[in-house]
C-alpha cells in the first residue's frame, strides 16, 4: 500500500476507530485530513491525546451541514467516511438524530464528491445492518434487516453509497466491520463496559449474555480499511471485515475475567437489555471476499486483542464512568 503524499479526509476522525485510522494514514506518510464534530469546547476527540495530530489539518465541521463537508473536501483524493452515530440504545431516544447524521451527512459526503471528483470514497457500514443472522457464516448477500433505528440509518446509508455508484459512477467501496474493540472504545461497547466494571468492582452488571458476536481489533480493521483504498477491483463492492468467530457475551465476561485475575459475578440488569424483537441474537461473519479480493485477512487473536485492550484502560480508566451505564 502507497499512501505517501496521498491527500486524504477521514471524517469521524476524533472516534475511536477513525482516529486509529488517521494515525495509521500520518505513519504511511499520507497528507491527512481529520474532519472533527465542532464542538464549543474545541476539542478533537481523541485526537487530544494523539502525538500525531500535529502532522494532520484538523478540521472541525458538522457532518450535517452541506457546507461544512463540501469545504473539507476541497483537494481531497481519498474520502474514509466514517462520521456516525453509532449507540444503539440513544436511536432508541433519538431516532431523527440518525437520520442526520448516518444518512443525510453520508448524502452530504456523496454530494460533495460528485462536485469535488474524489477518486475514492471508503464508506463505512456495521454488521449490524444483517440483523440476527438468518444463516451463518453471514456473507454479503445476507439481506438486511432493521432491527435498531440505528442499523436502518446504516442501511439506508449504504443504499445511498450503492445508489451514487450505480447512478453516478461514483467510485465508492463500503467495507462492514463487524464488532471492533480496542484502545479509546467507549463504555458504550460491551468489552470497556466489562473491563472497567473488573478493573473498579468484581461485581458485573450486564444485558442479555446469550448473543454472540464476532470480535475484531482496531488495527485489523484499519488494514482493511486501507486495503479497501487501494484495490482497483474494490470499487462498487462491499465487503466485511470479521474474524470468522464467535463468541457469547456471557464468555465473552469469563473470559476478560480470567485476563483481569477476577473471578466473575453477572448480575442482569434490565436498564441494559434491549427490546427483545430489536436485539440481534447472532453475528458471525463469512470474510471469505475480502481475504480474496482484498487480500485481507486479521492478524491479532481475541485474547491478544483483549489483553492490550485491558492494558490501556487499565491505565487509562480515568476517562470512563464505570458506575454509570453509558447509553
Known amino acids: 500500500?502507497?499512501?505517501?503524499?496521498?491527500?486524504?479526509?477521514?471524517?469521524?476522525?476524533?472516534?475511536?476507530?477513525?482516529?486509529?485510522?488517521?494515525?495509521?494514514?500520518?505513519?504511511?506518510?499520507?497528507?491527512?485530513?481529520?474532519?472533527?464534530?465542532?464542538?464549543?469546547?474545541?476539542?478533537?476527540?481523541?485526537?487530544?491525546?494523539?502525538?500525531?495530530?500535529?502532522?494532520?489539518?484538523?478540521?472541525?465541521?458538522?457532518?450535517?451541514?452541506?457546507?461544512?463537508?463540501?469545504?473539507?473536501?476541497?483537494?481531497?483524493?481519498?474520502?474514509?467516511?466514517?462520521?456516525?452515530?453509532?449507540?444503539?440504545?440513544?436511536?432508541?431516544?433519538?431516532?431523527?438524530?440518525?437520520?442526520?447524521?448516518?444518512?443525510e451527512g453520508t448524502i452530504n459526503v456523496l454530494n460533495a464528491a460528485r462536485e469535488t471528483g474524489v477518486k475514492r470514497i471508503i464508506h463505512t457500514s456495521t454488521s449490524e445492518v444483517y440483523g440476527t443472522a438468518q444463516k451463518v457464516p453471514i456473507s454479503e448477500n445476507h439481506p438486511l434487516q432493521g432491527q435498531s433505528p440505528y442499523s436502518a440509518s446504516k442501511i439506508a446509508a449504504d443504499k445511498m453509497v450503492e445508489a451514487y455508484h450505480l447512478s453516478f459512477g461514483l467510485p465508492t467501496v463500503t467495507v462492514r466491520p463487524f464488532n471492533t474493540f480496542g484502545p479509546r472504545q467507549s463504555?458504550?461497547?460491551?468489552?470497556?463496559?466489562?473491563?472497567?466494571?473488573?478493573?473498579?468492582?468484581?461485581?458485573?452488571?450486564?444485558?442479555?449474555?446469550?448473543?454472540?458476536?464476532?470480535?475484531?481489533?482496531?488495527?485489523?480493521?484499519?488494514?482493511?480499511?486501507?486495503?479497501?483504498?487501494?484495490?482497483?477491483?474494490?470499487?462498487?463492492?462491499?465487503?466485511?471485515l470479521g474474524s470468522g468467530e464467535e463468541i457469547s457475551i456471557g464468555d465473552l465476561a469469563k473470559l476478560i475475567a480470567s485476563l483481569v485475575g477476577k473471578?466473575?459475578?453477572?448480575?442482569?440488569?434490565?436498564?441494559?437489555?434491549?427490546?427483545?424483537?430489536?436485539?440481534v441474537g447472532r453475528l458471525l461473519a463469512d470474510n471469505s471476499k475480502a481475504k480474496r479480493e482484498l487480500g485481507w485477512q486479521p492478524r491479532v487473536g481475541l485474547q491478544q486483542g483483549l489483553s492490550q485492550t485491558i492494558d490501556w484502560i487499565s491505565k487509562n480508566l480515568d476517562v470512563f464512568r464505570s458506575g454509570v451505564y453509558v447509553v
Open 187 to 240: 463504555a458504550r461497547a460491551v468489552i470497556p463496559t466489562i473491563i472497567t466494571q473488573l478493573l473498579s468492582d468484581s461485581a458485573l452488571s450486564l444485558g442479555n449474555l446469550h448473543p454472540t458476536r464476532d470480535l475484531n481489533y482496531v488495527d485489523d480493521t484499519v488494514d482493511g480499511f486501507l486495503t479497501a483504498a487501494v484495490t482497483p477491483k474494490a470499487i462498487g463492492e462491499t465487503f466485511n
Open 1 to 103: 500500500m502507497n499512501f505517501k503524499g496521498k491527500k486524504i479526509l477521514v471524517t469521524g476522525a476524533g472516534g475511536f476507530i477513525g482516529s486509529h485510522l488517521a494515525e495509521r494514514l500520518v505513519k504511511e506518510n499520507a497528507k491527512v485530513r481529520a474532519m472533527v464534530h465542532y464542538n464549543a469546547l474545541g476539542t478533537w476527540g481523541w485526537l487530544d491525546r494523539s502525538e500525531f495530530s500535529e502532522h494532520m489539518d484538523i478540521y472541525a465541521g458538522d457532518i450535517t451541514d452541506a457546507g461544512s463537508v463540501r469545504k473539507a473536501l476541497e483537494g481531497i483524493e481519498i474520502v474514509f467516511h466514517l462520521a456516525a452515530l453509532i449507540a444503539i440504545p440513544y436511536s432508541y431516544i433519538a431516532p431523527m438524530s440518525y437520520v442526520r447524521t448516518n444518512i
Open 263 to 279: 473471578k466473575v459475578k453477572i448480575k442482569r440488569n434490565q436498564n441494559r437489555m434491549r427490546p427483545q424483537g430489536s436485539e
